[in-house]
């Protein structure tokens, strides 16, 4: 259907076209969005495509970095929505483009002389076109067949508006004129001419070594990206490609020198050094790259002594890998000891946020009486099931969270040991629910405690019972074997003495023994091949609760309670903590023994099932 151009569009961009003034293309949407007429239906149908053509003609967007999605091209869409149906909605749709647009853009590019102007026009009528006469199979179903020719001036036309906005100083910002360039250079490998690229190849030295002579802060790195991605079209000679190198370790020298502190960037420093990486091992310069390697996170470790603790961690934390992976032990051992030797400042650095949790005595009465109304086994069952922690309430609370403190949702964190390494990553609720989901199962054992205590603590005035009647209760289940009652007894009795630091330590074993146990019961093998003495080993507690025949046959809610209670880095961690001799006096509490005992006494809930024949 023909169309008509919107003349207050026009106007305005008749006048960007005779400015000298550089052009930002996000800008020029806005404006014409500013222009939009509040009701669209007082024009005419072909005035309405004009709108579209122009407004669209802005509002399909350039790829960040080598995206080229939603339509497996350079142009992409400036938003997408999702219909409840699942239906993905783009904003512009492709398929609004057809004859008459690509026409308009061409003419577009030939009235216009402003090189921005021109470059974009002609981009979008010749990327957009090919699209449209040669869709992929994953093309819109609703997509219009185009027909009009597509003569490859365009693209020479497109190329030169790109490097005539740089050679003229008209691109808005810096960032617009290294995209202008990669495009250019990508326009350029179409067309059979060689001057195309000959001409973006020196475009781009010139605007790099225009910034370097400046001597501030420039975005180096995109010379970097582009004579890498490029270097085949670009066909860098042996000059050339030492060139890129000397410009890296030029980059090095001045980011990673705190002497001069105006240009000092150890994070700089750090990226140079990667991609010097990359460029050196094409080369088989290993030593060299090594060199730079040190380098730069000599700086780091610099920036991290005038830094807070906190921050510190975070950029020594950094370099281990690095220098791991160069075979630099001795450094790695070093920087640990840094990092440790700020734990306690870091630990100081850290705010502490509470909210009171209100216990009212007739909630406890409740809860006693709840306990207390049948036996010693009915209350220690009672007090086992509510106990629980279950994957689905607390994906329950989390949603209800969100919806209170959608920041909150958003927010990674990480989980800092009491050495100052971190132990675990928690992303955002969206991209980690499963790591949302374990760490507040530990704020919930924390504030269940107080009620599992209560419980117990009532269960024992009134039954008055010992090691020697809660074992026949433990026994029930036929999961504790009975081999393993001296050690029970023995984590029972500092239990019900107080003595948390020995009941945990002697229990958290037997836990894990009963598991794997009951695992074995359940069918599944539960030895592995040792590698290094031969034979076979026992597996841990996170393979066995891990394995396909327990998640097949244990409860998923136990299942969670157990793996954040005691083997996930993201939870309390218990038995991993315990294990390697990292369990701080904080931890070992009577608090904790309680959360252990309740383990015993869930697992007593438990029943095999007797196989046939």
Same mark, same amino acid.
């Given at each position: 259907?023909?169309?008509?151009?919107?003349?207050?569009?026009?106007?305005?961009?008749?006048?960007?076209?005779?400015?000298?003034?550089?052009?930002?293309?996000?800008?020029?949407?806005?404006?014409?969005?500013?222009?939009?007429?509040?009701?669209?239906?007082?024009?005419?149908?072909?005035?309405?495509?004009?709108?579209?053509?122009? #407004?669209?003609?802005?509002?399909?967007? @350039?790829?960040?970095?080598?995206?080229?999605?939603?339509?497996?091209? =350079?142009?992409?869409?400036?938003?997408?929505? !999702?219909?409840?149906?699942? !239906?993905?909605? =783009?904003?512009?749709?492709?398929?609004?483009? +057809?004859?008459?647009?690509?026409? &308009?853009?061409?003419?577009?590019?030939?009235? =216009?002389? &402003?090189?921005?102007?021109?470059? @974009?026009?002609?981009?979008?009528?010749?990327?957009?076109?090919?699209?449209?006469?040669?869709?992929?199979?994953?093309?819109?179903?609703?997509?219009?067949?185009?027909?009009?020719?597509?003569?490859?001036?365009?693209?020479?036309?497109?190329?030169?508006? =790109?490097?005539?906005?740089?050679?003229?100083?008209?691109?808005?910002?810096?960032? &617009?004129?290294?995209?202008?360039?990669?495009?250019?250079?990508?326009? $350029?490998?179409?067309?059979?001419?060689?001057?195309?690229?000959?001409?973006?190849?020196?475009?781009?030295?010139?605007? *790099?070594?225009?910034?370097?002579?400046?001597? !501030?802060?420039?975005?180096?790195?995109?010379?970097?990206?582009?004579?890498?991605?490029?270097?085949?079209?670009?066909?860098?000679?042996?000059?050339? %490609?030492?060139?890129?190198?000397?410009?890296?370790?030029?980059?090095?020298?001045?980011?990673?020198? $705190?002497?001069?502190?105006?240009?000092?960037?150890?994070?700089?420093?750090?990226?140079?050094?990667?991609?010097?990486?990359?460029?050196?091992?094409?080369?088989?310069?290993?030593?060299?790259? @090594?060199?730079?390697?040190? +380098?730069?996170?000599?700086?780091?470790?610099?920036?991290?002594?005038?830094?807070?603790?906190?921050?510190?961690?975070?950029?020594?934390?950094?370099?281990?890998?690095?220098?791991?992976?160069?075979?630099?032990?001795?450094?790695?051992?070093?920087?640990?000891?840094?990092?440790?030797?700020?734990?306690? %400042?870091?630990?100081?650095?850290?705010?502490?946020? $509470?909210?009171?949790?209100?216990?009212?005595?007739?909630?406890?009465?409740?809860? *006693?009486?709840?306990?207390?109304?049948?036996?010693?086994?009915?209350?220690?069952?009672?007090?086992?099931?509510?106990?629980?922690?279950?994957?689905?309430?607390?994906?329950?609370?989390?949603?209800? #969270?969100?919806?209170?403190?959608?920041?909150?949702?958003?927010?990674?964190?990480?989980?800092?040991?009491?050495?100052? #390494?971190?132990q675990a990553m928690v992303g955002s609720l969206e991209d980690d629910i499963d790591g949302r989901a374990i760490q507040h199962a530990t704020n919930i054992f924390s504030w269940t405690a107080p009620w599992l205590h209560h419980g117990?603590?009532?269960? *024992?005035?009134?039954?008055?019972?010992?090691?020697?009647?809660?074992?026949?209760?433990?026994?029930?289940?036929?999961?504790?074997?009975?081999?393993?009652?001296?050690?029970?007894?023995?984590?029972?009795?500092?239990?019900?003495?107080?003595?948390?630091?020995?009941?945990?330590?002697?229990?958290?074993? %037997?836990?894990?023994?009963?598991?794997? +146990?009951?695992?074995?019961?359940?069918?599944?093998?539960?030895?592995?091949?040792?590698?290094?003495?031969?034979?076979?080993?026992?597996?841990? #507690?996170?393979?066995?609760?891990?394995?396909?025949?327990?998640?097949?046959?244990?409860?998923?809610?136990?299942?969670?309670?157990?793996?954040?209670?005691?083997? +996930?880095?993201?939870?309390?961690?218990?038995?991993?903590?315990?294990?390697?001799?990292?369990?701080?006096?904080?931890?070992?509490?009577?608090?904790?023994?309680?959360?252990?005992?309740?383990?015993?006494?869930?697992?007593?809930?438990?029943?095999?099932?007797?196989?046939?024949?």
């Amino acid at each position: 259907m023909e169309l008509r151009s919107f003349k207050p569009f026009v106007d305005l961009l008749h006048k960007l076209d005779k400015s000298a003034a550089p052009i930002d293309e996000i800008d020029v949407m806005g404006k014409l969005n500013f222009l939009l007429p509040d009701q669209m239906a007082s024009l005419s149908l072909e005035e309405r495509r004009g709108v579209i053509a122009d #407004f669209n003609g802005f509002r399909f967007q @350039r790829p960040h970095g080598s995206s080229r999605q939603p339509w497996g091209m =350079y142009w992409s869409e400036m938003a997408s929505m !999702t219909r409840t149906d699942g !239906t993905i909605i =783009y904003v512009p749709e492709i398929a609004e483009v +057809d004859d008459h647009i690509i026409a &308009h853009w061409i003419a577009q590019s030939e009235r =216009y002389s &402003h090189p921005v102007l021109v470059a @974009r026009y002609s981009d979008l009528a010749w990327t957009i076109g090919q699209y449209l006469r040669r869709p992929p199979k994953s093309a819109p179903a609703n997509i219009q067949a185009l027909s009009i020719a597509l003569p490859v001036a365009l693209v020479r036309r497109a190329v030169d508006g =790109y490097l005539d906005s740089i050679e003229r100083d008209l691109y808005a910002k810096e960032h &617009h004129a290294w995209k202008f360039i990669e495009r250019a250079m990508e326009l $350029s490998a179409i067309v059979k001419d060689t001057e195309p690229m000959k001409r973006a190849k020196a475009m781009l030295y010139a605007h *790099r070594d225009k910034l370097r002579a400046l001597d !501030t802060d420039f975005m180096w790195w995109r010379f970097d990206d582009i004579t890498w991605s490029q270097s085949k079209q670009l066909q860098l000679d042996e000059a050339e %490609q030492q060139d890129a190198i000397d410009f890296l370790e030029e980059i090095l020298a001045i980011s990673a020198n $705190s002497a001069t502190s105006a240009r000092f960037n150890p994070h700089d420093a750090m990226s140079a050094a990667d991609r010097l990486d990359r460029r050196r091992a094409q080369r088989k310069e290993l030593d060299q790259a @090594r060199r730079a390697m040190r +380098d730069a996170a000599r700086s780091k470790e610099e920036l991290a002594k005038m830094s807070d603790a906190m921050t510190a961690i975070a950029h020594l934390e950094d370099l281990l890998p690095r220098y791991r992976n160069a075979g630099m032990v001795d450094d790695v051992a070093r920087v640990e000891a840094m990092i440790r030797e700020r734990a306690e %400042q870091a630990k100081g650095e850290m705010a502490t946020f $509470s909210a009171p949790m209100k216990l009212t005595q007739e909630d406890l009465d409740k809860w *006693r009486t709840m306990v207390l109304k049948g036996s010693l086994a009915n209350g220690l069952r009672e007090v086992a099931l509510a106990g629980v922690v279950g994957d689905e309430e607390v994906h329950r609370q989390l949603k209800e #969270f969100a919806k209170e403190a959608p920041l909150w949702a958003m927010i990674s964190t990480s989980i800092m040991g009491d050495d100052g #390494f971190t132990q675990a990553m928690v992303g955002s609720l969206e991209d980690d629910i499963d790591g949302r989901a374990i760490q507040h199962a530990t704020n919930i054992f924390s504030w269940t405690a107080p009620w599992l205590h209560h419980g117990l603590h009532a269960l *024992r005035e009134k039954h008055q019972f010992g090691v020697e009647e809660l074992l026949p209760i433990i026994r029930e289940c036929g999961i504790f074997k009975p081999e393993r009652d001296p050690m029970l007894r023995e984590g029972l009795a500092a239990w019900l003495a107080c003595d948390a630091t020995k009941a945990i330590h002697v229990l958290v074993p %037997q836990v894990e023994a009963a598991l794997r +146990d009951l695992l074995a019961a359940i069918g599944a093998p539960v030895t592995e091949p040792d590698h290094i003495n031969g034979g076979f080993q026992m597996i841990g #507690f996170g393979k066995i609760i891990n394995n396909a025949v327990f998640k097949a046959q244990i409860p998923k809610n136990l299942r969670f309670h157990l793996r954040a209670l005691y083997c +996930d880095s993201r939870g309390i961690n218990l038995r991993n903590v315990i294990a390697h001799g990292l369990a701080s006096a904080e931890m070992l509490t009577l608090g904790t023994a309680n959360w252990v005992v309740h383990t015993i006494l869930t697992l007593s809930l438990l029943r095999l099932k007797q196989k046939d024949g």
